[in-house]
């Protein structure tokens, strides 16, 4: 039986521009400032996948990706 989905959060600081909107848009509180105020996946392991912060990004700064692991034989 498969776990639970895990997923990677990646934030291009260089794109973002500090709005906050992921930050607001997230359910599962995944992102928090750092001192310049840009957004970072502060708890990616709370992300559910739901993509709410890639599609509010003005900037295009966030992918997320599903992690997939190799089942062992």
Do not use: Q
């Amino acid at each position: 039986m498969p776990g639970k989905k895990t997923y990677d959060v990646v934030v291009d600081f260089d794109r973002c521009k500090a709005c906050g909107i992921c930050i607001n848009v997230c359910p599962t509180k995944v992102f928090d400032k750092r001192n310049d105020f840009k957004a970072y996946p502060a708890h990616p392991e709370k992300c559910v996948g739901c993509l709410m912060c890639v599609y509010s990004c003005p900037d295009f700064a966030i992918k997320i990706y599903e992690v997939v692991e190799e089942e062992a034989v």
